[in-house]
């Protein structure tokens, strides 16, 4: 047994730390596959984890990074032996089991996925959790029956990750897409994933009506709180949206009258617990749909020793599309 390099969070009486050093490879938690990982990313819950801005963290130390990508070192599983390409999102991982931020990781081999064919490892986490939260969006909207023939789809947080990766997915289904962000310097930038229009997040941040003019029908919305609501509101009758963050803030304040006069569908998305079937059609829908140029346009890339610069960038809204971190 050796050490690695890994960033490492842990809390004392004053307070929360987080340092880049030496970690025991002992000191990993149980698991039957050990990965060497290549590549992470950074996702608005590891902002959260390495500021300590919300409890995520559920054990100290804690390594922080939710989702990786890398080979297989070991491995007492089945479905997985050395030297095999990987996929991990979720499941607790960076939370409450030593994350992605590391040189190595141990975890259950149940929560892996096989390195999707067609991309590569640093391609699999410029996806990442919020590419492949934004797909389950997507499955969710396509699962429910809502089509491009009723109306434009609206994307809320249009300019982060999961909200970049949503407009070139819902774009590439054919759907008139409505981009809806903070920041109208992105506006190129957005058009070139695919969006159509531009509006101004401010028209949907503040309190409105409980029902509004229909607009779209439908919506992936990573902000929550009042933007949800009035999101919610200006659905038109029938259509559906697909509520996954919270970037505004948890709280929905909002009436029955968009569900019960319009008959709009609330479609709650968790990336965490997928099961194993939906999260292989996910990956595998990925590979298949998502423009490789136009990812690799929404991405930046950072070392793993210089992560912790993003940490309050993301949650503050200045992290723009997805970040790739290189590992070792
Ligand atoms: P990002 O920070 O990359 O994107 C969030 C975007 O929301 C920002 O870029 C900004 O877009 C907008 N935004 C930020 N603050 C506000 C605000 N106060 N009011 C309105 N809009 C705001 O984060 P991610 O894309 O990684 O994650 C987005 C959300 O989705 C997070 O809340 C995250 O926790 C959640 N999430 C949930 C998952 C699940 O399983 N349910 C999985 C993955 C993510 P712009 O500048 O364009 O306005």
Not at 48 to 58: D, I, K
Not at 91 to 116: I, N, Q, T
Not at 267 to 286: C, D, E, F, H, M
Not at 291 to 310: G, N
Request: aromatic residues 6%.
């Amino acid at each position: 047994m050796g050490t690695f390099k890994a960033w490492v969070v842990d809390k004392t009486e004053a307070g929360q730390s987080l340092r880049y050093g030496d970690f025991d490879e002992a000191g990993l938690m149980d698991g039957d596959v050990t990965v060497r990982v290549t590549h992470s990313t950074v996702n608005y819950k590891d902002g959260l984890a390495m500021t300590g801005r919300s409890p995520v963290v559920r054990r100290f130390p804690m390594i922080p990074g939710i989702d990786f990508s890398g080979i297989v070192e070991t491995s007492e599983h089945p479905d997985y032996t050395p030297g095999d390409a990987v996929v991990l999102t979720g499941w607790g991982v960076g939370e409450s089991h030593l994350g992605a931020y590391a040189e190595r990781a141990r975890v259950k081999g149940d929560w892996l996925v096989p390195l999707p064919e067609g991309l590569d490892a640093a391609q699999a986490m410029a996806i990442g959790t919020a590419g492949y939260t934004a797909m389950l969006c997507l499955m969710a909207l396509d699962h429910h029956g809502v089509t491009p023939a009723q109306g434009p789809a609206l994307v809320t947080g249009a300019s982060g990750g999961v909200g970049s990766v949503a407009v070139a997915l819902l774009a590439q289904a054919g759907w008139h897409v409505v981009a809806s962000t903070g920041r109208a310097a992105e506006a190129d930038y957005l058009r070139s994933l695919g969006a159509a229009e531009i509006i101004d997040r401010a028209d949907l941040s503040k309190p409105g009506k409980p029902l509004a003019k229909e607009r779209w029908a439908a919506a992936i919305d990573a902000v929550g709180s009042v933007t949800l609501a009035n999101v919610l509101a200006s659905t038109k009758a029938d259509g559906a949206v697909a509520a996954c963050g919270l970037a505004q803030g948890m709280d929905l304040p909002t009436s029955v009258a968009p569900f019960i006069l319009r008959g709009v569908s609330l479609l709650g998305i968790n990336s965490v617990t997928t099961p194993q079937a939906k999260r292989r059609a996910a990956w595998a829908r990925l590979a298949r749909d998502l423009d490789l140029a136009k990812l690799a346009a929404m991405t930046t890339t950072v070392p793993l020793d210089q992560v912790d610069r993003l940490a309050a960038a993301i949650l503050d809204g200045q992290v723009r599309g997805r970040t790739v971190v290189t590992v070792g």
